[in-house]
């Protein structure tokens, strides 16, 4: 068994070792993996900070510069991608077995690496379901981490819904020293706490973002994404003739539309499609988006199938309607939104009417209150630099019990 040579390194305590699904890009993904790199750099600036993702090498330029001490892999990653169809007993052995006990040159720098981290943390997401019931072997592979390292597991803001195998998902994350999920279908799944999306915990460095209740505001922009990934046959279809319908009607004629790029290539074929009424000037592809930053604005009106953009539009202050693509997957997430009260309206999966679009005065103000949730979620996990361990800094920093949480997502 290979053993790690001995080097000046950090303590373990100092190596944080963050799992999510950054670098494809995804808009969304890329969001909440900044965001706590961002918040890692006050709270831990002097750590060595790995990032495993499926695309380490564009993850690097896209995160360059948040964390000093930022580096990425994909060593976990590949490791549950490569089982990704093979017999289940065999792949759960796959990964025991390199995860324990080393001999896999492809792997073996990588997992001595890992060996060293003091935390194991999967960012928030919805990648844990059974549309890729592989990645589920991320955390066989940080359960087995922990056996030979003793690292603490965290996860925060999981979306786990629909469910692969719940029984094993459920004691996977009980196993967990700490775990939080973002929506009712996935805490009632896990057991586990439910918390705010971790997307909220960057709100702040949103332009658009104040935190208090939005005013009436002039009509402004127009601004739509559709996805073709995730979706049915036909459904991009019909979503398609919902936003045309929408964008011919009465109440958004003579508006400025522009149309935002969260996934390069898979959010592109709907403008395409929409190119008669929306002109190429108007198009900005995820690159622009990422060095500009989010656009919204009370005033604007949003018509997306996204998630994230439906989130950070809304707490924003913009009003908008969310174009469900999938009943299940999308469905729930959306939903979580509408319980916390983004007051947006929902174009169901199917529908080539769009449902006016509406928002909530108050939801920007929510969105702030969710923001110190996930920031005292934060705290409690990584205490702010120079705070005694173990007691976040701040006036605000308690965590709050898994049902006060709850209650808030419900106001």
Excluded at 320 to 332: H, I, K, M
């Amino acid at each position: 068994m290979l053993e790690p040579a001995p080097t000046e390194r950090p303590p373990a305590a100092d190596v944080l070792y963050l799992v999510g699904t950054s670098g494809h890009p995804n808009f969304g993904d890329e969001f909440i993996a900044a965001a706590w790199l961002r918040f890692l750099a006050r709270a831990r600036p002097g750590a060595e900070v790995w990032l495993d993702c499926p695309n380490p090498g564009l993850a690097s330029h896209l995160f360059a510069g948040l964390h000093p001490g930022l580096r990425t892999t994909d060593t976990l990653w590949r490791l549950a991608v490569e089982t990704a169809g093979t017999d289940p007993v065999a792949a759960d052995a796959h990964v025991d077995r390199v995860v324990t006990h080393l001999g896999t040159p492809r792997y073996d720098l990588g997992l001595l690496g890992a060996r060293r981290a003091g935390t194991v943390h999967f960012l928030g997401g919805g990648y844990l379901n059974s549309i890729w019931p592989h990645h589920g072997r991320l955390l066989r592979a940080a359960l087995r981490l922990r056996e030979v390292s003793g690292a603490r597991l965290v996860a925060t803001g999981l979306g786990l819904a629909p469910a692969a195998k719940a029984e094993e998902l459920r004691a996977a994350l009980g196993a967990f020293d700490h775990a939080t999920v973002r929506d009712a279908p996935s805490a009632q799944l896990s057991r586990a706490d439910r918390a705010p999306d971790d997307a909220f915990l960057g709100l702040p460095g949103l332009a658009g973002f104040t935190g208090a209740p939005a005013g009436e505001a002039a009509d402004d922009d127009v601004w739509v994404c559709l996805q073709s990934d995730m979706s049915e046959p036909g459904v991009l279809d019909d979503a398609v003739a919902a936003v045309r319908a929408a964008l011919t009607g009465p109440a958004l004629a003579g508006r400025t539309v522009r149309y935002l790029e969260a996934i390069p290539g898979a959010d592109r074929a709907a403008f395409d499609r929409l190119a008669d009424l929306v002109p190429e000037e108007n198009f900005v592809p995820f690159t622009r988006l990422w060095q500009e930053g989010f656009p919204a604005r009370p005033g604007q009106t949003w018509l997306t199938s996204r998630f994230h953009f439906h989130l950070l539009a809304a707490a924003c202050g913009a009003a908008g309607t969310a174009l469900e693509v999938s009943p299940d997957y999308y469905r729930v997430k959306h939903q979580s939104l509408l319980e916390a009260g983004t007051g947006w309206s929902v174009t169901p999966t199917g529908s080539t009417a769009p449902a006016p679009p509406t928002r909530s005065h108050d939801f920007p103000a929510t969105a702030a209150r969710l923001h110190r949730t996930k920031l005292r979620e934060a705290e409690e996990l990584y205490p702010v630099a120079g705070a005694p361990e173990g007691i976040p800094a701040g006036p605000e920093s308690r965590t709050l019990p898994g049902r006060a949480v709850a209650r808030l997502l419900r106001r």
